[in-house]
């Protein structure tokens, strides 16, 4: 089992930044993968960023160049820096790790970018 607890989402002006975290607890040695996924109204999650054991990182063609993950593993920790913000990028996000073919999801954070 993996216990994610996110933080960081909130209102922010098209432009603007912020920066999400996301920390986990539990069998965190199992995990391979972590990574932040989207869900605006009315449509389905999506993937936003996923860093993987060793580093490598994938993108979203919507927020590359805009976001970076990236994760503290002293800290149990990942991050999700969202600069350049628009309006598009609302929704709510959440974290995921994922256990052999388990995920496991934190409780979302609402992310709001309107002016």
């Known amino acids: 089992q993996v216990q994610l607890v996110e933080s960081g989402g909130g209102l922010v002006q098209p432009g603007g930044s912020l920066r999400l975290s996301c920390t986990a607890s539990g069998s965190i040695s199992r995990i391979s993968a972590m990574g932040w996924y989207r869900q605006a109204p009315g449509k389905q999650r999506e993937l936003v960023a996923r860093?993987?054991?060793?580093?490598?990182?994938n993108y979203a063609g919507s927020v590359k160049g805009r976001f970076v993950i990236s994760r503290d593993g002293a800290k149990n920790t990942q991050y999700l820096q969202m600069d350049s913000l628009k309006p598009e990028d609302t929704a709510v996000y959440y974290c995921?790790?994922?256990?052999?073919?388990?995920?496991?999801w934190g409780q979302g954070t609402q992310v709001t970018v309107s002016s």
């Open positions: 860093i993987f054991n060793g580093n490598s990182t």
């Open positions: 995921n790790a994922r256990v052999a073919t388990l995920d496991y």
